[in-house]
């Protein structure tokens, strides 16, 4: 485990920090689904001793990190759909057994990105509702659900500086009260059975930080 | 009992306008290209395709949809960064998206392919995707019932089969084609290779050739480029 004052407290998170925080969460030996984008950064900080086996939900465990030049091959890809190489012990496996491992409950993380997540724990990282928008949901639903430890990686403020963690989502959910934890550049939230928590902040004070989101600040 | 063909024409004969045809593959990785085509140059219309996406760059199942031939496409990740072919017919109306979650796509499949007349499944409770179908707490947790997904026909792509139909696949190309092949009336295929019975390793036979109709080789598949498309 990385010590949280491994981390500069006085400001934001970088992204890589963020990533590199996560990592050290998950237990060793964990089997773990990283989501496409910001998550995906996570496994950079997941080396072989940690034991971590990666698993891609078009049909792998044990995925090695992206493969370049001649080591890439069309028929051994991500669920980004980028190359990506297999470490020693590496298994395939279709579809149906894929989505099995999930909803059977035998994935003991995800780390998912985010839209919006709500005090309760309700995710909605697959669709903003807009007219225009061609949703596309892919395996987060089976993923939110299924996996024992659901992690959302996410900045903590969209762009026009709302907060994305909030008391209700108002974009379509993914799955209701399957959040556990959730990871930002300004800090880090644990559900418990008696609501949020604030575990850490990065370069805002506790109060200030629950003031703004509007969240009862338990100290623990 | 499995027929091994000569070309991918032959393959794909007899498909009927307004079947459902479940494709193999997960973006580019397992998209039987070659069978596309030719069901591109049998012409037949008013297609159901069911897929994890809707198409990438303009090839394979993208110029399925270009040419007109698909009503209505049953996937789980239709939007990528390459997939304007089908971003603009169904901003135009011209298909139609029955959006499945992934692991619902692969289970309502497996089901069709395994006699399973529906199940009870916890995927999208609390969600749009749930909304309207029939509901069931069972030992205190809220499922939703889904229903198999039938194919006419499945077009898949596997490494090596013998004459008799038993498939290898290769690394993550395998996908959806063990459970598609398993739900259609008829199931072709096409392989890297063919070999005699005995050619293959029993224990690693991954598809049975029970579940195979028709088997073609194509000897230069064109591998579609492994492209960085999210989804």
Known sequence: MIMQSAFDRSRP?????LARLTAADIPPGSHVNLGIGLPTRVADFLGPE???????????????PQAYGDDIDPDLINAGKLPVT???GAAYFHAADSFAMMRGGHLDVCVLGAFQVSFDGDLANWHTGAPDAIPAVGGAMDLALGAKNVFVLMSLFSKDGSPKLVPKCTYPLTALACVSRIYTDYGVFVLTDHGIVIRETYGISRNDLARRLMITYQDD | MAIVVEDADEAVAGIEDGSTVLIGGFGPAGQPVELIDALIRSAVQDLTVVNNNAGNGRVGLAALLANGQVRKIICSFPRQVDSYVFDELYRAGKVELELVPQGNLAERIRAAGAGIGAFFCPTGIGTPLAEGKERRAIDGRDYVLEYPIKGDVALIKAFRADTLGNLVYRKTARNFGPVMATAAKMTAVQVSEIVQPGGLDPEAVITPGIFV????KIT???????VGAAG
């Open chain 1, 13 to 17: 998170l970088a992204r890589d920090d």
């Open chain 2, 213 to 216: 109709d028709r088997i073609v």
């Open chain 1, 50 to 64: 940690s034991g971590v086996i990666l698993q891609t939900e078009n049909g792998m465990l044990g995925m090695g």
């Open chain 2, 220 to 226: 230069a598949s064109s591998q579609l480029a492994a």
């Open chain 1, 86 to 88: 297999e470490t020693p």
